[in-house]
């Protein structure tokens, strides 16, 4: 199972995975990691990847997924800004475990367009649309059921704090709680 990302660093999308360690799920707490002083997230989609596929034009994205929700992108913003310094790796300020808060998932949306319809309801919008962040990731490497892809959201990076509660909703329901310690 993989976890492939696509995030914004400094105005660049770029493509990022992380390990199944990554997923924080179940209403699990989300502790903040020893050694950072600077922690915060950026609202995210994560889709379900429901079939395999290799170089998938973007007008078959949407046979590649079955089910999506909101997730929770967690950064160390300070470590990120140090490695851009050094212009080293970021992984340990975006990779680290627990770092992708996912809520429960909800099937496609039923149309012509499941991806039309998803970013019809998500406010802002996706960094990235969805078929061409599925499109992406396939010409890099073979997608496969039960992987996950997340885009972040359009919107600032958010600092957090302890006892902070989270949420997030879909049609009125929570798909998401994550309660910062």
Not at 46 to 69: E, H
Not at 143 to 171: A, M, N, S
Request: charged share 25%.
């Amino acid at each position: 199972m993989k976890i492939i990302g696509f995030i914004d660093i400094d105005g660049r999308i770029e493509m990022v995975l992380k390990g199944d360690s990554a997923m924080l799920v179940n209403r699990k707490p989300f502790f903040i990691p020893d050694g950072t002083n600077n922690i915060g997230y950026t609202d995210c989609i994560v889709l379900r990847v429901s079939r395999l596929g290799k170089n998938i034009a973007p007008k078959f994205a949407d046979r590649y997924w079955d089910a999506w929700t909101y997730g929770l992108d967690f950064c160390a913003k300070d470590r990120l800004q140090d490695a851009i310094t050094r212009q080293g790796s970021w992984t340990e300020a975006i990779a680290f475990d627990n770092s992708l808060a996912i809520g429960q998932f909800i099937n496609s949306p039923v149309g012509a367009s499941f991806s039309e319809a998803v970013q019809s309801i998500i406010a802002p919008a996706p960094i990235l649309p969805i078929a061409e962040a599925i499109h992406r990731a396939s010409r890099v490497m073979t997608i496969r059921q039960g992987d996950y892809i997340y885009i972040q959201l359009k919107q600032p990076f958010v600092p957090v704090r302890k006892e902070q509660i989270i949420t997030r909703t879909i049609d009125n329901n929570e798909v998401l709680y994550c309660k910062i310690k």
